[in-house]
């Protein structure tokens, strides 16, 4: 017998819709995966054939081959699992095809049963076309945000069997959180003095101008940096459920209610790689630091010590405000418009001036060199952050607040 099941494949941030075709019929027994699968699909399988033991269903000693269609694209296994157990129960006559007419499947399984999470839950519930969409209890809260679904939460394959029999009705989905409006951000209250770095903070949030501080150790320059995000504004909900998007896809954590309602602050330590700024990766097509700041501010501290193809890497988001991934048989665009924040020191032994630096001549070169220029083009302002005043850092008048200043 035939059964199709809707699910859905993660494809760079955006989810794709896929059936999951199974057909159970004579053969040797054994499990075949078609359809372009990587690796996570054959677990997938692996997983689906252990869940069904531990609900006490027998696996049917037939031949089981699944199609993934479209059969064009690449699929990753991440949220497969659930769809295709329920195809297989389907097609070996287990459950009847009208109990899981209208629902698409989403979902990981244990060895034991129980449904888990996956990365790119927005994205992927966002790709249903169906009326409802069945999840692991865990996601339902971030299945919701997309608004267009009855949200079905599961826990546990008995669970879910249960309810498609008609025997228990469907477990009730979660409240939605309250929305979170706190700010955990940080304050320019706690900067003392600097009036021009905070005008110019204020300048690059207000005009969306990337910025470079340069200034000795102890100036203050990663302090300033980290608060610019205070200043922007919330985003909107478009842009709110494209940087959701993002991080749902990299698998990182959301604030509370779900969606990422405040610009995001990313800054990668400089021994960043270029996937990690970038994303991308061999099959994973993940999204990295650069899409996360999506909207919000990418902090780049120690500059000159990143590695040089990793910020040759950021010149293209910074012109087209996407990354660009290709490989063999997936292309994929992550979105990546930030504000770049760069903070370095002037010079190797940090101090800069004439007379205070250290440096020899060679040093001084070497380390202009690191930085290649068409990066250093692209920022609209530079400062320079001089160590504030003994007088300032002692007065204890406290700066204004981000928020007076915003
Ligand atoms: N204007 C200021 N008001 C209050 N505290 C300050 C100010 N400037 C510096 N500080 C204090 O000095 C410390 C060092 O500042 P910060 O780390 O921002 O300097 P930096 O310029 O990034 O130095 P480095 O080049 O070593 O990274 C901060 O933790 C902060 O407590
Ligand atoms: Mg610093
Ligand atoms: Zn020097």
Redesign the pocket.
């Known amino acids: 017998m035939l059964a199709s099941i809707p699910s859905a494949s993660l494809l760079g941030v955006e989810g794709h819709p896929i059936d999951v075709e199974v057909h159970v019929g004579a053969g040797l027994p054994g499990v075949t995966v078609v359809g372009l699968p990587d690796t996570s699909c054959r677990e997938s399988r692996d997983r689906a054939k252990a869940a069904f033991g531990s609900v006490g269903h027998r696996w049917p000693p037939q031949k089981v081959t699944v199609n993934l269609a479209p059969s064009g694209m690449r699929k990753n296994g991440g949220a497969l699992d659930l769809a295709m157990a329920v195809g297989v129960l389907v097609a070996s006559g287990g459950l009847p095809a009208d109990a899981v007419a209208g629902l698409g499947f989403l979902g990981q399984l244990g060895l034991d049963g129980a449904i888990r999470r996956f990365p790119g839950v927005v994205p992927l519930v966002d790709a249903m076309q169906t009326t409802g969409v069945v999840v692991p209890t865990e996601c339902a809260r971030e299945a919701a945000l997309v608004g267009r679904h009855v949200v079905r939460p599961v826990a546990h394959l008995q669970e879910l069997l249960a309810a498609l029999r008609g025997d228990e009705p469907w477990p009730v989905p979660p409240d939605p959180l309250p929305r979170s409006d706190r700010r955990h951000e940080l304050d320019l209250a706690?900067?003392?003095?600097?009036p021009v770095a905070r005008l110019a903070l204020e300048v690059a949030a207000a005009g969306a101008h990337h910025l470079l501080?340069v200034?000795?150790?102890?100036?203050?320059?990663?302090?300033?940096?980290?608060r610019l995000v205070g200043l922007l504004p919330d985003l909107d909900q478009a842009g709110a459920l494209e940087a959701t998007r993002a991080h749902s896809a990299a698998g990182v954590a959301l604030p509370a209610d779900g969606l990422v309602r405040r610009p995001p602050l990313r800054a990668p330590h400089h021994s960043a790689s270029l996937v990690s700024l970038v994303g991308g990766g061999t099959s994973l097509l993940r999204p990295g630091e650069a899409s996360l700041a999506h909207a919000g501010v990418l902090f780049l501290?120690?500059l000159a010590e990143f590695k040089a193809d990793a910020l040759d890497a950021l010149r293209q988001p910074l012109e087209e405000g996407v990354v660009r991934v290709s490989r063999a048989r997936a292309a994929v665009s992550y979105p990546a418009r930030f504000l770049l924040v760069g903070?370095?020191?002037p010079c190797p032994c940090?101090e800069g001036r004439s007379g205070a630096c250290r440096c020899s001549d060679g040093a001084r070169a070497r380390y202009a060199r690191r930085l290649s220029g068409p990066l250093l083009d692209r920022f609209d302002l530079r400062l320079d952050?001089a160590?504030?005043d003994a007088g300032?850092?002692l007065s204890g008048a406290r700066?204004e607040s981000s928020a007076d200043v915003a």
Not at 190 to 194: A, Y
Not at 215 to 226: C, E, F, I, W, Y
């Open positions: 706690d900067v003392r003095g600097h501080l200034g000795p150790p102890g100036s203050g320059k990663t302090m300033l940096a980290r501290d120690e903070a370095m020191n940090g952050v160590r504030p300032d850092l700066g």
